[in-house]
């Protein structure tokens, strides 16, 4: 149990800001009202949680899955779209992300892959959110265009 109440606010602000996907509850062996504080930093050492938080406070506020990431943006690199497009064949998404990474063409220092995530500093994800939705927008468009084409076609010889 904390004792100072401004350390638990301050904690759990720093965890509101990160937004995490769970939480994971610690037990840190509490004697004569102190902190086993060895064994609660083990515990959170090897849940990876300070890590996520430190690159949240470095800077680096968004984050998505490998898979995630390569699922939404894939449609921005047609060979990457290609190459992994298979649902039914297990890939290596880190390789993937990395893959498309290059393609993208993003500052380096933008985007930091950890193991299972990807964390993009603030701006990063809207840019590319954006540029996703002017690619499938300007395919949308191609395909409307062809149904109405050959809609158009079959009108036409109807009338012939």
């Known amino acids: 149990m904390l004792c100072d109440l401004s350390l638990q606010d301050a904690l759990v602000n ?10 994971q509850c610690v037990g840190a062996k509490v004697e004569a009202g102190a902190f086993d504080v060895p064994s609660l930093r083990v515990q959170l050492n090897s849940t990876q949680i300070l890590s996520a938080l430190q690159l949240h406070r470095t800077g680096y506020p968004e984050h998505m899955t490998l898979s995630d ?3 939404h943006f894939q449609a921005l690199s047609p060979p990457i779209m ?10 290596d998404e880190r390789k993937a992300v990395e893959e498309l990474l290059c393609e993208l063409d ?3 220092k933008s985007i930091v892959m950890g193991s299972s995530r990807v964390f993009m500093k603030r701006g990063v994800l809207r840019y590319l959110e954006l ?10 468009l191609h ?3 062809a149904c109405m084409a050959h809609l ?6 109807k009338l012939k």
Do not use: E, T
């Not at 720093?14 to 939480?23: G, T």
């Not at 158009?152 to 010889?157: F, M, T």
């Open 106 to 108: 993003l500052d380096k």
């Open 82 to 91: 290609k190459r992994y497009a298979s649902m039914f064949v297990n890939h």
């Open 131 to 140: 540029q996703r939705d002017q690619q499938v927008s300007g395919w949308l």
């Open 69 to 71: 990431f390569r699922c």
């Open 14 to 23: 720093l965890i509101r800001r990160a937004r995490p996907v769970f939480l």
């Open 152 to 157: 158009a076609r079959q009108k036409y010889r």
């Open 143 to 145: 395909l409307q265009a």
